[in-house]
């Protein structure tokens, strides 16, 4: 059975950081890349950066850049997204996703599997 596992949200004040993790399980994880989605209260799902797991090749969203870093621990089958800096406007459910297509990409119709999501609230 595949599963995604989102952890580490919370709560955290502006200019804080958090690391997210993605544990993932029932394929094989080097043959994916994972993304990580983030959605706010009343608006869409947007993509905020992705890696190919095995290649390094990372995407990072214009909101996030500078700020977030996505890595992988090919050993763990885990991907995590540390978040520094994090800006009240960073609030929302937290999801990642893999897909088997090997390109960084945040459209979320190329993506097979989800997780649960976890929240991140930023507070002013």
């Known amino acids: 059975e595949v599963q995604l596992v989102e952890s580490g949200g919370g709560l955290v004040q502006a200019g804080g950081s958090l690391r997210l993790s993605c544990a993932a399980s029932?394929?094989?994880?080097?043959?994916?890349?994972i993304g990580w989605f983030r959605q706010a209260p009343g608006k869409e799902r947007e993509g905020v950066s992705c890696?190919?797991?095995?290649?390094?090749?990372?995407y990072y969203a214009d909101s996030v850049k500078g700020r977030f870093t996505i890595s992988s621990d090919n050993a763990k089958n885990t991907v995590y997204l540390q978040m520094n800096s994090l800006k009240p406007e960073d609030t929302a459910v937290y999801y990642c996703?893999?897909?088997?297509?090997?390109?960084?990409?945040?459209?979320?119709?190329?993506?097979?599997?989800w997780g649960q999501g976890t929240q991140v609230t930023v507070s002013s």
């Open positions: 996703a893999a897909t088997t297509l090997r390109v960084v990409t945040t459209f979320e119709y190329n993506y097979d599997y």
């Open positions: 890696i190919i797991i095995g290649d390094g090749s990372t």
């Open positions: 029932g394929f094989t994880f080097v043959n994916y890349a």
